[in-house]
């Protein structure tokens, strides 16, 4: 603990100093900026003492196997003292066993390139995809695909693939040949046919394919299960028909795994719960659960094959290079936070107390007209609010920042589709560590409850 007078120095210090992530440094002028300093499973201290119970896994669906993990920390010690980095053009010990482990779990899957973000994982899928075109199509096949409402990162390149217009306002002009298609929010239905919707949503990327020309894309790039947009589950018959379309085209399937990989849905791997088989899996906020920087791009054989005999002849190779990518700290700690979750059976759980949290949410739907749709899998859950259920009219995100405040206020950190998209920043966001137990399901249930009954009256 520190002493009144250390803390004031750090706040002062922070004050002064750090300019924080997403953030409008002017709510500063009214309260502090909240430093954390110890956290253990769920539950989260900061530098006044105050305890935390953490729905979100780190702010950002992040810390999957919960806070305080010595075993992790001891991994990634031992690997340290023995050697910290080398650039991976050569091969490394945790790097290697990290890569057959992670294969193990991805049946199709072959390859893994290793780099330290999100972001940055995404962007190799770009290269590659527009490497493939330019060594294999003449480079006619350049173009790739989004979809509204999805992000994949924070660089000028994967902004130029988001779906979040909010995000990617003031950063344009963007490169070219990245290509939106719809969105497939059921509750928020574009199409009229309610009965096949997951198919119409699909059909919806086919019209986009055939208005570019399939000749000219390379690869669609979407989530498992939207995030940040809105904790958009697609629709039944939605993936398959994704993977057919894209199959007919020669379009190369990427599907995003940041925040669903290593476990949030109850599997492995979101794309896992709908027997599809992608091309390309990107990855990295889960893999390390944040006791290190890891992020992976994981590919096919197939793939692969294509950088070792193409046009571009020596050259033909993958001309990319993440210098954090040969830290081993990430891959060390990659391999014990994926130990924990075999033998802690922490697929099972999430799947378990998923069962719980939906039918808590269920619940609380009932009690609370304000909730107009409820969606997830696993430990992944949205909580739309509106103004109006009959006409769907989001609540105003001040209220819905309200909700989030109140339940901070209960000591329970909840999220929120935070200024990503004009008018629908109304979806509450619920993505606890995988090791959440029946009781802190009910906790941050309870807190919700509260603070919707404070915003009704
Ligand atoms: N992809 C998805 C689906 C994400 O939610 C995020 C971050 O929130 C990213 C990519 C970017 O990851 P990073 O912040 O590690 O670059």
Redesign the pocket.
């Known amino acids: 603990t520190l002493s009144p007078n250390d803390q004031t120095d750090i706040v002062a210090a922070d004050r002064a100093h750090v300019w924080h992530h997403l953030t409008q440094h002017r709510a500063f002028d009214q309260a502090d900026p909240a430093v954390f300093v110890e956290g253990h499973g769920l539950r989260l201290w900061d530098i006044e003492g105050r305890e935390f119970l953490d729905a979100v896994s780190g702010g950002?669906?992040t810390v999957n196997v919960g806070y305080g993990r010595r075993s992790i920390a001891d991994a990634v010690h031992e690997q340290l003292v023995k050697l910290n980095y080398f650039a991976a053009s050569a091969g490394s010990i945790p790097g290697a066993r990290f890569a057959e482990q992670l294969i193990a779990r991805m049946p199709g899957m072959s390859r893994v390139y290793y780099s330290?973000?999100?972001?940055?994982?995404?962007e190799k899928v770009f290269k590659m995809v527009r490497q493939i075109s330019a060594q294999h199509h003449g480079g006619r096949k350049w173009k790739i695909l989004f979809r509204e409402r999805?992000?994949?990162?924070?660089?000028l390149g994967?902004l130029a693939a988001c779906g979040q217009p909010q995000r990617s306002a003031a950063y344009g002009p963007f490169a070219p040949g990245f290509v939106e298609v719809p969105h497939c929010l059921e509750y928020r239905s574009q199409f009229p046919d309610a009965a096949r919707y997951g198919e119409a949503a699909a059909d919806a990327i086919e019209h986009v394919i055939e208005r570019e020309g399939a000749d000219t894309i390379g690869a669609l790039c979407l989530?498992p299960i939207?995030?940040?947009g809105g904790v958009i589950v697609p629709p039944q018959g939605y993936w398959q028909r994704v993977q057919e379309i894209c199959r007919r085209h020669d379009i190369l399937l990427h599907v995003?795994?940041?925040?669903?990989g290593l476990g949030r849905t109850g599997t492995w791997f979101g794309y896992q719960n709908f027997g599809i088989q992608p091309d390309f899996v990107?990855m990295?906020?889960g893999v390390a659960s944040g006791y290190a920087?890891i992020?992976c791009t994981v590919t096919t054989e197939a793939v692969f094959e294509k950088f070792r005999h193409a046009d571009g002849g020596e050259l033909g190779y993958f001309r990319d290079i993440s210098t954090f990518g040969g830290c081993l700290a990430g891959p060390a700690a990659a391999l014990e936070n994926m130990r924990i979750i075999e033998d802690e059976r922490l697929l099972d759980n999430a799947r378990e107390m998923g069962v719980v949290l939906e039918r808590e949410l269920r619940g609380l739907m009932e009690r609370h007209a304000v909730i107009g749709d409820v969606r997830g899998l696993g430990l992944f859950w949205g909580i739309e609010l509106v103004a109006d259920r009959e006409t769907r009219c989001p609540l105003d995100e001040a209220l819905v920042g309200r909700v989030v405040g109140l339940c901070r206020r209960q000591g329970v950190l909840i999220g929120m589709t935070n200024r990503s998209l004009p008018g629908f920043n109304n979806t509450l966001c619920l993505s606890p560590a995988l090791v959440v137990s029946h009781a802190q399901i009910l906790q941050i249930v309870r807190a919700i409850d509260v603070a919707l009954s404070e915003i009704a009256a």
């Open positions: 950002v669906w330290t973000s999100g972001s940055e994982a995404n999805d992000y994949h990162g924070t660089t994967t989530e939207t995030a940040g995003d795994e940041v925040v669903c990107t990295a906020k920087a992020a």
